[in-house]
């Protein structure tokens, strides 16, 4: 899957991965998490995060939380020097294999409706849309569509 054709590879996140991760929230969320919320998110024992490496360096992360068989994607996120190369799509790909392999029988996320990049990436990874939260993102007011996909 993807366009690159760059060697990648997933790892899960650890402790030492949190400052490159903090700069890549504050590059790609209005919401930011800081090192303190990832390290919270990293030693809660219902997540799973994984970074995303070319030539070891991190180009991307996500993770999500998993609950009663359904996993929620918290976050995906990629540098913005290493977008448009299908990467997102790779992560998220790697993302809902993780989950099947803990047994996860469902994964869903929401995402913003004007982010159509992120949404086509994850119809191409099998996720379906299934409604919008209207006003969901504080910072815009702007409706969040809800996606599933089923193993």
Request: hydrophobic fraction near 45%; include cysteine.
């Amino acid at each position: 899957m993807g366009t690159t054709s760059e060697t990648i590879s997933f790892r899960n996140m650890e402790t030492a991965d949190l400052k490159v991760v903090a700069e890549l929230e504050l590059e790609a969320f209005s919401d930011a998490w800081n090192e303190n919320m990832l390290a919270e998110e990293l030693n809660n024992p219902l997540t799973t995060y994984l970074v995303m490496e070319c030539a070891n360096e991190i180009v991307g992360y996500a993770g999500y939380w998993l609950v009663a068989g359904e996993a929620q994607i918290t976050r995906v996120a990629v540098f913005k020097k290493h977008r448009g190369q299908g990467w997102g799509e790779c992560l998220t790909e790697a993302l809902l294999q993780k989950a099947w392999s803990m047994e996860a029988e469902a994964v869903t996320l929401e995402v913003r409706e004007n982010n159509i990049v992120a949404q086509k990436a994850y119809l191409k990874n099998g996720f379906k849309a299934a409604g919008v939260r209207p006003n969901y993102y504080e910072d815009t007011h702007e409706g969040a569509v809800i996606m599933w996909v089923y193993r």
